[in-house]
Every structure is written in structure tokens, then in C-alpha cells.
């Protein structure tokens, strides 16, 4: 028996009322989208007007530490001695060790370069069309043979960006082309820095010394956890050497450096602790540092004909700074 009107009627009007609550529904997401979109730029607008910057060191007293214990006495009579200074978002120094200078510092720089072919048929074929026509008389027989045979390769694949001979022809007769390989520069190196110590205590307080200035390296190694998911960039180090009560400036001035390894041997030649505190007599440190950007010359020499190298950089990229010859250096100095 065939359907009633009356109900044939009923079915299309409720899925003509489901497709138009359907719309509506879609209709009302887009718009809840676009407020959320809306929202959420204008957040992003009024977050940009406030200071968000997070303080990397947050110690409100300074906290100094010296090994051995008579270096402070002995630094201030000129003996060498380098030091690693960590300041807050308001260049104040917060934190600073001062070690014994190691012996066989060493500092690499570097530059990547790459290769790449110039073409020849575009540098080669297109001056030697230039002597021929010209009757230079510089091109050889040799020339032409292998502008012959690239012209072949080129007929027998169109397209073909191909522009050496590899035919038989070619090695029969022995005959390559130029590629007119040049060198390219592509960036310098970050620099990176080791340095390897032996802290040996005396006594207790020696001891006491060498677990701060240990435990000082691994604590700024490491990021700060600031809400649910974002990290605080760990502090910067200031690497300075020292000598005759001044900044040594026969050595290479070392820009701002972050921490990137730390390794911690405890009694390494021996097993020996120090009675009633457990402490163990010995601790050898390895730290490695890595600079926190890669360099251009006027970050070292402002100018060509300067020596000396200069403190911090020559131009403060990441807060905008002026990178005229007016402002020289900014210095990040101790």
C-alpha cells in the first residue's frame, strides 16, 4: 500500500525543518568562531602593551663565590683569574664565580662556505660564442669539440639542465667541460668554549665552596618552568678574564654565553671524603658554553682598523638597537 499524502507531506517538511536547523546550527558555529578568532586577536593585541618579560634570575642578594678561598685576596694583588658573571633583565649582577685561570684556552672560529657551478653554458658557451664571433682566435679545437657534444646532449634531451659530457665521445677523445665552480658564503659558527677545573678543599669551608659554585653552574643550565607549559630561557653567563686587577685584553673577549654542559666527577684520583661533613675532597668540573648568536665582524672589531676587541655587540638585533657607526659598541661588560 502506497504512502499517504498527508505523511509523504510530514516527512518532507521535518527534513526541510532538520536541513534548516542544520543550517542555522553551522550558522551560528561560524559566527562563535569568528568572535573566538576576534577574541583572541584582540587578546593578542592588548598582550603585546605589557611587559611580559620574565626575569631569568630572580635573587634579590647578590651571591659571589670564590675557589680557592685566597683568590679573592689574591686577585686583588693582580694575580690572573677568570670570572662568570650572571646578571638580571636589568644588567645588574646577580650571581658571579671566580675561578683560577686554566691553562690551554682555546677558541675556534669558523665560516661555512659551499660550491656551486656557475654553468657553463651560460659562462662558458656564451664567451666562447663571444671570442668566435669576434675571431679572437683563443678558442682550440678542443673548445669547439665539447660545444659540439653539449649542443648534441642538449638535442637529445630537451629540457635537459645537464651541462657536462659524459659521452663516449668525450672520453674517447678525453675532452671535459669547466663547470666554473665558485665559493659561496653561506654563515659563520656559533662559537663554543670549554673549560675544565679541578677544586680541591682544603677544608670545610672550602668545601662549602665547592658545592655552591657546582650546584650555581647546574641550577642556571637549566630553564624555569613559568605556568603550565612555558620555560623560562636560563640566564646568560659573562665570561671575563682577569689579570693585574683589570680585564686581560690579550685574551679574546667572549660574548654572552648560555651553559649547555656541565660535568660533575666527584674523587676522581682518589676516595677520600672530609670527616664529620661527608664532603668529598675533590670535584672536577667540565663546562661548556655556547655563544648565544652567531657574529659579524664589527661584533668583534667595530672597525677595520681596530685591534682591540670590543665588549657586547655592535648591534642589539633582538631589542632593536641602532647599528650605525655612531653607536659603536654596547658593552656587556662586568
Keep these: 500500500m502506497g504512502k499517504r499524502f498527508d505523511d509523504w507531506l510530514a516527512e518532507q517538511k521535518a527534513a526541510q525543518a532538520e536541513r534548516k536547523a542544520a543550517r542555522q546550527a553551522r550558522r551560528e558555529k561560524r559566527a562563535q568562531e569568528r568572535a573566538d578568532k576576534e577574541n583572541a586577536e584582540g587578546f593578542i593585541e592588548n598582550l603585546k602593551n605589557l611587559d611580559l618579560t620574565q626575569e631569568r634570575v630572580d635573587i634579590n642578594d647578590k651571591q659571589h663565590f670564590y675557589f680557592p678561598e685566597d683568590l679573592q685576596a689574591g686577585a686583588n694583588q693582580g694575580y690572573p683569574f677568570i ?35 656557475a654553468g657553463v653554458l651560460k659562462a662558458g658557451l656564451i664567451g666562447a660564442q663571444k671570442m668566435f664571433a669576434n675571431q679572437d682566435g683563443s678558442i682550440s679545437e678542443a673548445d669547439l669539440f665539447a660545444t659540439a657534444l653539449i649542443a648534441r646532449d ?13 659521452s663516449s665521445a668525450a672520453l674517447k677523445a678525453g675532452v671535459a667541460t669547466n663547470p666554473y665552480t665558485r665559493t659561496a658564503f653561506e654563515t659563520t659558527n656559533i662559537r663554543g668554549y670549554q673549560f675544565a677545573f679541578k677544586l680541591v678543599a682544603s677544608n670545610a669551608e672550602e668545601s662549602a665552596k665547592i658545592v655552591a659554585i657546582e650546584r650555581t653552574f647546574r641550577k642556571f643550565l637549566y630553564p624555569k618552568r613559568m605556568g603550565s607549559i612555558a620555560l623560562v630561557y636560563p640566564p646568560l653567563f659573562h665570561i671575563s678574564f682577569y689579570a693585574e686587577g683589570r680585564i686581560n685584553n690579550y685574551l679574546p673577549k667572549i660574548k654572552p654565553c648560555y651553559l649547555t654542559t656541565l660535568d660533575s666527577v666527584f674523587n676522581a684520583t682518589s676516595n677520600t671524603f672530609h670527616q664529620d661533613t661527608g664532603a668529598p675532597v675533590e670535584v672536577d668540573l667540565t663546562l661548556t658554553f655556547q655563544e648565544e648568536r652567531v657574529l659579524v665582524r664589527q661584533d668583534l672589531y667595530p672597525a677595520d682598523s681596530d685591534i682591540d676587541e670590543a665588549d657586547g655587540y655592535y648591534q642589539e638585533a633582538s631589542t632593536g638597537g641602532d647599528d650605525s657607526a655612531a653607536s659603536k659598541t654596547k658593552t656587556n661588560g662586568d
Excluded at 683560577?100 to 657551478?117: E, K, R, W
Excluded at 642538449?154 to 659524459?166: M, N, V
Design 83 to 117: 670570572r662568570f658573571g650572571i646578571k638580571n633583565n636589568n644588567g645588574d649582577d646577580k650571581v658571579a664565580i671566580y675561578l683560577y685561570h686554566p691553562p690551554g684556552l682555546s677558541v675556534t672560529d669558523g665560516a661555512n662556505y659551499s660550491g656551486f657551478n
Design 154 to 166: 642538449k638535442r637529445a634531451t630537451p629540457g635537459s639542465t645537464i651541462e657536462k659530457i659524459t
